[in-house]
């Protein structure tokens, strides 16, 4: 969840999650495939980035009650 979170906080780009992670590129590429591969959904997908997006904003919001 954490990488997922960094990779909408830097709005997709790959680079920047890395740095933000303190990962190699390759690493946080690595976690990203994974990620298709665990919950079978495509990031390449606008609007599977966008349910996943608001999923992960919903599920803090709640964690703030």
Do not use: W
Not at 39 to 54: F, K, M, S, V, Y
Not at 56 to 62: E, F, G, K, M, P
């Amino acid at each position: 969840i954490k990488t997922l979170e960094a990779f909408f906080a830097c709005h997709g780009n790959l680079s920047q999650t890395a740095e933000m992670l303190i990962v190699h590129r390759n690493t946080l590429l690595y976690r990203m495939n994974r990620i298709n591969d665990i919950a079978t959904i495509d990031l390449d997908r606008p609007e599977t980035r966008l349910a996943l997006h608001l999923a992960l904003t919903i599920r803090r919001l709640l964690a703030l009650n």
